[in-house]
């Protein structure tokens, strides 16, 4: 009970600052959350909490609380440039983060998933097969329940898999995973932190506290420092790493482990997302074959090149989840068919000129939302695509089924965040879903004018 008897604020109302707040309060603290925001949802959620001896402040009395406190748990949404964190900041209070918080509470060995792209996956990957495999795993983080409430769980199980991003990083000063998982890094974030330095740093703090007694589950083609942790290098691509892939066939330490062409996860992103999966259970000496068998049903995550439903000979694919360019990337070379690309959202500090060519190369017709609509197609127009524009996603929606073709694809892949339009990308993809099923998809065939038209009879 580290927290007992302390005084505790949490920053933030979120599904992490709550979980933090009911986790301190258990362990005897007395708890007061500090809100910038002040809604009806917010307030109902405080009233409820508030039975439970948790005080709640909102608005400007949150982000001038002159109150002294023990510690400070910061949710992981929250920039700690803004008054609420700088207020805490001047006042020399001690913050830790929600994944910290939990982690000093968490009795059984922890396995720490981060990457641009495929957590979400690999974290559900690595925990259905580590069940498959015999152990008692469960997984947690920005995936399914905050870590501080799936916590209490810790004691009956043997691992503990999370999904972790820079965010959750950031405020980490003892978070020390026994396995830890460095998918990838491409441009992401740059709303928040100053350059991709300062983003790559921020999820380098993974393997800061690790020794040599800890696993680093690392790409090999990925630039690292020297790490503590014994390595096991995985790779789709190159050669030298212990998981390659060699005719769909993965393979570790030059043996066959995994065919890939006989599961529902396809493509050298998702096959990268395996090896990691795989080389958890090589450092957690985890049975491979067991794990292999555990994946045959896996169904990959809702949002992520989803298929929607398809009618009229036209695909509709929901990629909510691509919230940065090299997601986009990966959802346009997976599709095997021509393209219409619904894409945009908030804007990140990105540009979107890199991907221009593979745009030209795999998309017919472009229609651009959000906050960023207007700079992205400025980006792609020199790449001679047909783009319109659309002030909601329901118009995007519209617009795609009267141009789309027969044979075609309708991929909403935004390739930035949803925050200008939705609360995150589930409701962002959920809303894509519903407009789909639900609209009167009416395609009809284009004829050539050089056609003989049929006439009517």
């Known amino acids: 009970m580290i927290y007992s008897g302390k005084d505790a604020v949490v920053l933030g109302l979120g599904h992490s600052?709550?979980?933090?707040?009911?986790?301190?309060?258990?362990?005897?603290?007395?708890?007061?959350?500090?809100e910038s925001r002040d809604d009806a949802e917010l307030r109902e959620k405080a009233a409820r909490l508030g039975g439970l001896g948790i005080a709640v402040r909102f608005g400007p009395e949150a982000d001038s609380d002159p109150s002294r406190y023990d510690i400070c748990v910061l949710s992981p949404g929250i920039d700690p440039a803004v008054p609420l964190v700088q207020n805490v900041v001047r006042k020399g209070i001690?913050?830790?983060?929600?994944?910290?918080?939990?982690f000093e509470e968490c009795p059984c060995p922890v396995v720490a998933i981060t990457g641009s792209n495929g957590k979400t996956t690999t974290t559900e990957l690595t925990t259905a097969m580590l069940i498959g495999s015999g152990m008692r795993a469960a997984a947690s983080g920005n995936i399914g329940l905050p870590f501080a409430t799936m916590v209490r769980?810790?004691?009956?199980?043997?691992?503990?898999?999370?999904?972790?991003?820079?965010?959750?990083?950031?405020?980490?000063?003892?978070?020390?995973?026994?396995?830890?998982?460095?998918?990838?890094l491409s441009p992401n974030h740059l709303d928040r932190y100053r350059d991709m330095d300062e983003y790559r740093e921020a999820k380098l703090r993974i393997f800061r506290r690790q020794t040599e007694e800890d696993f680093a589950v690392v790409n090999a083609r990925e630039s690292l420092p020297v790490l503590a942790a014994r390595r096991i290098t995985f790779s789709a691509v190159a050669e030298e790493a212990d998981f390659t892939l060699r005719d769909q066939v993965i393979h570790y330490q030059g043996e066959p482990?995994?065919?890939?062409?006989?599961?529902?996860?396809?493509?050298?992103?998702?096959?990268?997302?395996?090896?990691?999966a795989l080389g958890v259970g090589v450092a957690l000496g985890a049975d491979l074959d067991r794990m292999a068998a555990a994946v045959t049903?896996?169904?990959?995550?809702?949002h992520r090149c989803e298929f929607v439903r398809e009618r009229e000979g036209v695909r509709w694919i929901n990629d909510s989840k691509a919230t940065n360019l090299d997601a986009l990337e990966k959802a346009l070379l997976s599709q095997d068919r021509p393209l219409v690309l619904i894409a945009g959202g908030k804007d990140k500090g990105f540009g979107f000129e890199t991907i221009a060519p593979l745009i030209r190369e795999r998309v017919r017709l472009v229609i651009?939302?959000?906050?960023?609509?207007?700079?992205?197609?400025?980006?792609?127009?020199?790449?001679?695509?047909?783009?319109?524009?659309?002030?909601?996603l329901e118009?995007?929606?519209?617009?795609?089924?009267?141009?789309?073709?027969?044979?075609?694809?309708?991929?909403?892949?935004p390739g930035t965040s949803s925050?200008?339009?939705?609360?995150?990308?589930?409701?962002?993809?959920t809303a894509f879903k519903n407009l789909v099923n639900t609209l009167p998809l009416k395609v009809s065939p284009i004829i050539s004018e050089n056609e003989p038209k049929i006439p009517s009879i």
């Open 94 to 102: 001690p913050i830790i983060g929600e994944l910290e918080l939990a």
């Open 297 to 302: 049903d896996y169904h990959a995550p809702v």
């Open 153 to 184: 769980r810790s004691e009956v199980l043997d691992v503990m898999v999370l999904e972790v991003s820079s965010f959750q990083l950031e405020s980490t000063r003892v978070f020390r995973p026994h396995v830890a998982v460095w998918l990838n």
């Open 419 to 429: 925050f200008d339009m939705f609360r995150n990308y589930g409701e962002r993809g």
């Open 257 to 276: 482990v995994l065919d890939q062409a006989a599961i529902r996860l396809q493509g050298l992103h998702n096959a990268e997302n395996l090896m990691a």
């Open 395 to 413: 118009e995007a929606v519209t617009l795609s089924a009267a141009a789309v073709r027969p044979g075609e694809t309708v991929l909403f892949s």
């Open 17 to 34: 600052g709550e979980a933090a707040a009911l986790l301190l309060r258990e362990e005897g603290a007395r708890v007061t959350i500090c």
């Open 368 to 392: 651009l939302i959000g906050e960023m609509k207007e700079r992205i197609h400025q980006a792609w127009a020199c790449a001679g695509l047909e783009i319109q524009t659309a002030e909601s």
